[in-house]
């Protein structure tokens, strides 16, 4: 064919496409034969090959909705779309950029994965959600599913702690799906639903609960507003030992380069002193620099404000 000949068998061939992608058997039955489809994926050619049996009506790099599209169409089979694609689908921002796009599809079926088409087999098929005409695995499903293939802590408590913050689900959501689900890599996701169950909103707070916990103090409780005999507010600390009325603030550089955050710093630490709390202040990066030298600081506060009678200050219920 000349240009123009394929100039217009493109434009008819992109109709019976999803964005461009379309199985080489549909394009048999519209009439191009199996070595022409591929032959244009060579080379010099104007399409390009994505999985086996699926190619695009394009040479340009697929975009993350091509390439849905062609593993939902290389997995067939109910497959839907779990993991951290899904997890974009549905705005979450942490978590690394899919690699691949992780499909679910009934145990029943046999399908290998290839390429960037991770495929996986499961007796716990969920239910489908539909999202721009994607079908993908519920938003608890989804999430859990993309941080059980990873190792790094750091990023498992970025992924859930976001997923719980943006209200996409809840620790109870979460708990139930690890109860019932595949029990595969899912240690470090009950790690950090522990750490969110006592109010860790943060990677940074996570670092710090650990830091306490080497520190051998009692179990904090962490963002609990803090009031004084008369109920009224005093603050909200990072982390607060209340068996001795210690205060620990996980204070960033950052957050002081404005004058208006530093003058409620200085208000805040006014209030802890007026109620003769004993406050710890750490900057992030120390919790992970330093670690040996903040425990030391927290026994040390910890050993004066036990010493001293225990102001009347407690959480409020």
Same mark, same amino acid.
């Given at each position: 064919?000349?240009?123009? #000949?394929?100039?217009? !068998?493109?434009? #008819?061939?992109?109709?019976?496409? +999803?964005?461009?992608?379309?199985?080489?058997?549909?394009?048999?039955?519209?009439?191009?034969?199996?070595?022409?489809?591929?032959?244009?994926?060579?080379?010099?050619?104007?399409?390009?090959?994505? %999985?086996?049996?699926? $190619?695009?009506?394009?040479?340009?790099?697929?975009?993350?909705?091509?390439?849905?599209?062609?593993?939902?169409?290389?997995?067939?089979?109910?497959?839907?779309?779990?993991?951290?694609?899904?997890?974009?689908?549905?705005?979450?921002?942490?978590?690394?950029?899919?690699?691949? !796009?992780?499909?679910?599809?009934?145990?029943?079926?046999? !399908? %290998?994965?290839?390429?960037?088409? $991770?495929?996986?087999?499961?007796?716990?098929?969920? =239910?489908?959600?539909? =999202?721009?005409?994607?079908?993908?695995?519920?938003?608890?499903?989804?999430?859990? &599913?993309?941080?059980?293939? !990873?190792?790094?802590?750091?990023?498992?408590?970025? $992924?859930?702690?976001? @997923?719980?913050?943006?209200?996409?689900?809840?620790?109870?959501?979460?708990?139930?799906?690890?109860?019932?689900?595949?029990?595969?890599?899912?240690?470090?996701?009950?790690?950090?639903?522990?750490?969110?169950?006592?109010? $860790?909103?943060?990677?940074?707070?996570?670092?710090?609960? *650990?830091?306490?916990?080497?520190?051998?103090?009692?179990?904090?409780?962490?963002?609990?507003?803090?009031? &004084?005999?008369?109920?009224?507010?005093?603050?909200?600390?990072?982390?607060?030992? &209340?068996?001795?009325?210690?205060?620990?603030?996980?204070?960033?550089? *950052?957050?002081?380069?404005?004058?208006?955050?530093?003058? +409620?710093? %200085?208000?805040?630490?006014? =209030?802890?002193?007026?109620?003769?709390?004993?406050?710890?202040?750490?900057?992030? @990066?120390?919790?992970?620099?330093?670690? *040996?030298?903040?425990?030391?600081?927290?026994?040390?506060?910890?050993?004066?404000?036990?010493?001293?009678? =225990?102001?009347?200050?407690?959480?409020?219920?």
């Amino acid at each position: 064919m000349d240009r123009g #000949e394929w100039d217009r !068998v493109d434009g #008819e061939l992109w109709q019976h496409s +999803k964005f461009g992608v379309v199985r080489v058997s549909e394009l048999e039955a519209l009439g191009v034969g199996r070595k022409t489809a591929y032959r244009q994926c060579q080379p010099g050619g104007r399409w390009r090959y994505l %999985l086996p049996g699926i $190619v695009m009506l394009d040479r340009a790099p697929p975009t993350p909705r091509q390439r849905i599209e062609a593993a939902l169409m290389f997995a067939r089979h109910e497959a839907v779309v779990t993991g951290f694609q899904a997890a974009r689908c549905y705005h979450l921002r942490t978590g690394p950029d899919p690699e691949f !796009v992780h499909l679910l599809i009934p145990n029943r079926y046999r !399908v %290998l994965s290839s390429g960037f088409a $991770v495929v996986e087999r499961t007796v716990f098929f969920p =239910r489908t959600v539909l =999202r721009d005409g994607i079908p993908l695995a519920p938003p608890t499903r989804a999430v859990l &599913d993309g941080v059980r293939r !990873v190792r790094d802590l750091d990023v498992v408590r970025a $992924v859930l702690i976001e @997923s719980v913050q943006s209200g996409l689900t809840d620790v109870a959501e979460l708990r139930r799906e690890l109860d019932t689900g595949t029990k595969r890599g899912t240690a470090l996701a009950r790690r950090v639903l522990n750490e969110i169950d006592l109010g $860790v909103r943060s990677v940074a707070e996570a670092d710090a609960l *650990e830091i306490w916990r080497l520190a051998g103090l009692p179990t904090p409780h962490c963002n609990s507003v803090v009031v &004084d005999a008369a109920g009224g507010y005093v603050a909200m600390p990072d982390a607060w030992c &209340d068996e001795v009325a210690l205060a620990w603030e996980i204070d960033s550089n *950052e957050f002081h380069y404005s004058k208006q955050s530093y003058a +409620k710093t %200085l208000a805040r630490n006014s =209030r802890y002193a007026a109620n003769g709390i004993g406050v710890v202040q750490t900057l992030p @990066s120390r919790l992970r620099t330093e670690p *040996e030298a903040v425990i030391a600081e927290l026994r040390a506060a910890y050993a004066v404000a036990l010493a001293r009678p =225990r102001p009347p200050v407690h959480i409020k219920a």
